[in-house]
């Protein structure tokens, strides 16, 4: 499967602790965005980057999530002192600059489950 | 601020009758809207976009600025095109906007 790949697929954690997520865009992609899913809601977005540089961050990202795209490739979204409300799936989507704006590939997600 | 409205959270039909999912939309902007698509247990992915008028699948949208809609049609829905079926538009930065998702059930 050569498209975008995120890890891990499912995550259970103790209220207060950190997690982090991985995802790996499709490779030629120079955009790579988070989104944010909760039940019955369609995703949310979170931030975005161009290459290494995170332009755009959501209301929605407090100070307890920080997200990195070190060398342009993959990225990590990290939540610390995780809390239930952060339980959700977080998706992982990327583009090309150039191509339609609008089609985004996503990821299969890693679904958060605090408790 | 932009949003997104999809109405309806669950849509029934039987297989050929036609299937309309709709979508409102508020922007200041010119809006682009797109329909994003997720088959059961498959990622999400563009089923269309307004600006391509495109037909994908048997499915067309058009956009209507007068009313601020983007509503997805088919003539003869097929058990196939049972899915979460999700609204879009984008704003700043090629972010988009998604609505709270219509799934759409085709019975046989």
């Known amino acids: 499967d050569t498209g975008v790949s995120q890890d891990p697929r499912h995550k259970i954690t103790k209220r207060g602790q950190n997690v982090t997520f991985r995802c790996d865009p499709i490779s030629e992609h120079n955009r790579l965005y988070w989104y944010r899913q909760t039940l019955g809601q369609g995703p949310e977005f979170l931030t975005y980057?161009?290459?290494?540089?995170?332009?755009?961050k959501s209301r929605l990202l407090s100070d307890r999530f920080s997200a990195e795209r070190p060398k342009g490739s993959f990225s990590t979204l990290e939540i610390q002192r995780t809390e239930q409300g952060d339980s959700a799936m977080y998706l992982c989507?990327?583009?090309?600059?150039?191509?339609?704006?609008?089609?985004?590939?996503f990821g299969q997600g890693t679904r958060l489950t605090v408790v | 601020a932009q949003r997104v409205t999809q109405p309806e959270k669950l849509l029934s039909v039987f297989k050929g009758a036609p299937v309309e999912l709709k979508c409102n939309y508020s922007y200041s902007g010119s809006p682009e809207l797109f329909w994003y698509v997720q088959y059961s247990r498959q990622r999400l992915q563009l089923l269309l976009r307004?600006?391509s008028r495109e037909s994908i699948k048997g499915f067309t949208a058009d956009l209507n600025k007068g009313e601020t809609s983007f509503h997805l049609k088919k003539p003869f829905a097929q058990e196939e095109d049972s899915a979460m079926y999700y609204c879009?538009?984008?704003?700043?930065?090629?972010?988009?906007?998604f609505g709270e998702g219509t799934q759409l059930t085709v019975n046989p």
């Open positions: 989507a990327s583009s090309f600059r150039g191509t339609f704006q609008g089609e985004a590939f």
């Open positions: 307004h600006i």
């Open positions: 879009a538009l984008i704003t700043s930065g090629s972010r988009l906007t």
């Open positions: 980057f161009q290459n290494e540089a995170q332009l755009e």
